[in-house]
């Protein structure tokens, strides 16, 4: 090969290594990972790709209480199927919002080979996704004490009210405050919880888990009692807490949240005992 060729050659090699560069720093794996996955979560539940056990007739998955009805009522099955449609849906709607942390972690990382890094970052999503299935049993519980889908027919108004006046207390509480800030400030969360290897992966995510419960609950609850599948409620109650936990404004918007949902849900209870 001539010198002239040799050079071309080199240059080609450079211009492919720093486009690659571009690619990674702009499109990180870890985020398109996470936001492929939280979009084949969404369309999973749009589509109704996991199938619930039984019919109720004259009722729609959307209802409010219809689907831990129909798992409660089937047994192990249902309570597994339901298990993993929630599980799918906690997926759609908080990975998106904990890309930061996912990224921030893998930097962490640099120096690992490629299969350490990718069990570790692995570790982080599957544990996350774990715990927030883990809260579907909370909805079946609550279900099977109180049947939401008889009280929210015979006492809607009271039954919506009082929902938002609980997701107004805690929006304005000191503990939504505490667990916000955690959720806001991936970077100060990983200096005071990394860990290294797999179990450390592990329980940082725990942690980090825990405090995002501790975050939405509230709004989750809310979610419940307007029906867990239904979708416009999904979208707008995903929407909410993405903006509370990633924008610089999502405090106020929190106590904004707190505020309206105090008042629409004083004006349905009154509305109620008239």
């Excluded at 099955?77 to 890309?99: D, R």
């Excluded at 890094?117 to 544990?127: D, E, I, P, Y």
Aim: contains cysteine; aromatic residues 8%.
């Amino acid at each position: 090969m001539t010198p002239r060729g040799e050079r071309s050659r080199h240059r080609l090699a450079s211009t492919r290594s720093s486009v690659g560069d571009y690619l990674a720093r702009r499109l990180p794996v870890v985020a398109l990972v996470s936001y492929v996955t939280g979009l084949l979560a969404w369309v999973a539940v749009i589509d109704r790709w996991l199938p619930m056990p039984g019919v109720v007739t004259d009722m729609r998955m959307s209802d409010p209480g219809v689907p831990e009805a129909m798992a409660l009522s089937n047994g192990v099955a249902g309570v597994s199927l339901y298990l993993l449609m929630w599980g799918v849906m906690m997926v759609a709607m908080m990975f998106p919002s904990s890309v930061p942390l996912f990224r921030l972690y893998s930097r962490t990382l640099e120096g690992t080979t490629t299969a350490g890094k990718a069990t570790r970052v692995g570790s982080v999503m599957g544990t996350y996704a774990l715990v927030w299935t883990l809260t579907g049993f909370v909805p079946l519980l609550v279900n099977s004490v109180v049947p939401i889908t008889a009280l929210s027919t015979e006492h809607g108004g009271p039954l919506l009210g009082g929902t938002l006046l609980l997701l107004s207390g805690y929006q304005l509480s000191p503990y939504k405050d505490r667990c916000l800030r955690q959720c806001r400030s991936p970077l100060g969360f990983l200096m005071g919880h990394h860990r290294p290897g797999v179990r450390g992966a592990i329980r940082m995510s725990w942690q980090f888990s825990v405090f995002c419960v501790g975050c939405c609950w509230a709004l989750f609850a809310l979610m419940v009692v307007v029906g867990s599948m239904n979708i416009v409620w999904m979208a707008l109650i995903a929407v909410v807490l993405s903006l509370e936990r990633t924008v610089s404004w999502g405090t106020h918007l929190a106590k904004g949240v707190g505020v309206v949902a105090g008042m629409v849900g004083s004006v349905l209870l009154l509305i109620s005992l008239l």
